[in-house]
């Protein structure tokens, strides 16, 4: 690397010309905006040497086959310096898939890039995939280091529609050392693509310095939904549930830790008489509000406020409160299988 060269980044998005460089390790990377970020130079990948013409403008990322043989040179070359120490948290498995957009300031025409998050001191065998009428399409079939992000691919939004349904596989080892055996993981995910329309939906997150989407996988060894169990499986199961004794211990419940808000007038008022759907309405809100303002310093609080399918008006406000007053904090349907389809759970940010 010397100055001159055109760089990009392979742990985060971003990139720009080499400027200089401060000591033998760090190099001074000029991005788009003109500013100049120091940058370890074992995490960049030189994409167009300093007498190539293409050096003059900020480039759109490189192809996946370009970002894969980095990372490939990356884990062979890596200087002793710059590899990872394992921590403890990492013996249990946590991966993420991140979707970050190319220019968030242009969603309605910008690509998207797609980052695999290995949470871990492991190394994962994977398998990226997607599901059409047809079929599953393998979009990406690699290795990701432990502790590191891998650049998966970049689609444009035409691709949606066709990434609703995605699925990873992996196992995970390590290398020159023994580990505790870990599940061969097959997880499927429901991608909303309209989320991808949406500037609220790209959120800051603890593994990129841009926003992001982020799809838990695993989270410390447990799937976020794992689709493993054959119909003979359930057959079993079944038969092994006829064969229980009727009576069984009941055990105690835990306390959820989610504050649980019933926002039906029926719960907040006993008397209703005299009152109009406005008032009422107004009643609802007033007492969000409350919960929110109490609560708004609760760093991480799930709130589930329930408020009903009906016709949608109090659903609205609702929504409505949070984007206006409350854009900070994260919100999204709570569990049907809990709630239906009648409940917003907040999480204060």
Same mark, same amino acid.
């Given at each position: 690397?010397?100055?001159?060269?055109?760089?990009?980044?392979?742990?985060?998005?971003?990139?720009?010309?080499?400027?200089?460089? +401060? *000591?033998?390790?760090?190099?001074?990377?000029?991005?788009?905006?003109?500013?100049?970020?120091?940058?370890?130079?074992?995490?960049?990948?030189?994409?167009?040497?300093?007498?190539?013409?293409?050096?003059?403008?900020?480039?759109?990322?490189?192809?996946?086959?370009?970002?894969?043989?980095?990372?490939? #040179?990356?884990?062979? #070359?890596?200087?002793?310096?710059?590899?990872?120490?394992?921590?403890?948290?990492?013996? +249990?498995? !946590?991966?993420?898939?991140?979707?970050?957009?190319? %220019?968030?300031?242009?969603?309605?025409?910008?690509?998207?890039?797609?980052?695999?998050?290995?949470? $871990?001191?492991?190394?994962? $065998?994977?398998?990226?995939?997607?599901?059409?009428?047809?079929?599953?399409? !393998?979009?990406?079939?690699?290795?990701?280091?432990?502790?590191?992000?891998?650049?998966?691919?970049?689609?444009?939004?035409?691709?949606?529609? %066709?990434?609703?349904?995605?699925?990873?596989?992996?196992?995970?080892?390590?290398?020159?050392?023994?580990?505790?055996?870990?599940?061969?993981?097959?997880?499927?995910?429901?991608?909303?693509?309209?989320?991808?329309?949406?500037?609220?939906?790209?959120?800051?997150?603890?593994?990129?310095? #841009?926003?992001?989407?982020?799809?838990?996988?695993?989270?410390?060894?447990?799937?976020?939904?794992?689709?493993?169990?054959?119909?003979?499986?359930?057959?079993?199961?079944?038969?092994?549930?006829?064969?229980?004794?009727?009576?069984?211990?009941?055990?105690?419940?835990?306390?959820?830790?989610?504050?649980?808000? %019933?926002?039906?007038?029926?719960?907040?008022?006993?008397?209703?008489? *005299?009152?109009?759907? *406005?008032?009422?309405?107004?009643?609802?809100?007033?007492?969000?509000?409350?919960?929110?303002?109490?609560?708004?310093?609760?760093? *991480?609080?799930?709130?589930?406020?329930?408020?009903?399918?009906?016709?949608?008006?109090?659903?609205?406000?609702?929504?409505?409160?949070?984007?206006?007053?409350?854009?900070?904090?994260?919100?999204? %349907?709570? $569990?049907?299988?809990?709630?239906?389809?009648?409940?917003?759970?907040?999480?204060?940010?």
């Amino acid at each position: 690397m010397k100055t001159g060269d055109k760089v990009r980044f392979l742990n985060t998005t971003g990139g720009g010309i080499v400027k200089g460089f +401060q *000591g033998k390790d760090i190099a001074l990377v000029e991005d788009e905006d003109g500013f100049d970020i120091p940058v370890l130079i074992c995490e960049c990948v030189v994409i167009a040497p300093a007498n190539d013409e293409r050096v003059r403008q900020i480039s759109k990322p490189p192809t996946t086959d370009v970002r894969q043989q980095a990372v490939k #040179d990356k884990a062979e #070359d890596r200087p002793e310096d710059c590899k990872t120490e394992e921590a403890k948290e990492g013996e +249990q498995l !946590s991966v993420f898939l991140a979707y970050l957009p190319v %220019d968030i300031k242009n969603l309605s025409k910008t690509s998207f890039e797609c980052y695999l998050v290995n949470d $871990s001191n492991y190394y994962l $065998s994977f398998n990226y995939m997607s599901r059409s009428d047809k079929g599953w399409t !393998s979009r990406n079939t690699n290795v990701i280091e432990p502790n590191t992000k891998l650049f998966i691919e970049e689609f444009d939004k035409t691709e949606l529609n %066709d990434m609703e349904h995605i699925c990873l596989q992996f196992f995970a080892y390590k290398k020159g050392k023994t580990f505790a055996l870990k599940n061969a993981y097959s997880v499927e995910m429901h991608i909303v693509p309209v989320k991808f329309y949406k500037l609220h939906s790209f959120r800051e997150n603890d593994f990129f310095e #841009d926003e992001a989407i982020i799809y838990p996988i695993v989270n410390h060894d447990l799937a976020e939904k794992e689709f493993i169990i054959s119909a003979e499986e359930i057959e079993i199961a079944i038969k092994q549930k006829e064969r229980l004794p009727r009576i069984q211990p009941v055990a105690k419940k835990e306390k959820s830790a989610i504050l649980e808000i %019933d926002l039906h007038a029926n719960e907040l008022l006993d008397n209703m008489n *005299g009152l109009s759907s *406005g008032d009422i309405l107004e009643y609802q809100l007033k007492k969000f509000r409350e919960t929110m303002d109490e609560n708004k310093r609760s760093k *991480g609080r799930k709130i589930v406020f329930i408020h009903g399918k009906g016709n949608g008006v109090l659903k609205n406000a609702v929504l409505k409160e949070l984007n206006m007053n409350y854009k900070s904090a994260y919100y999204q %349907d709570a $569990s049907f299988s809990e709630y239906g389809y009648g409940a917003t759970m907040v999480t204060i940010k």
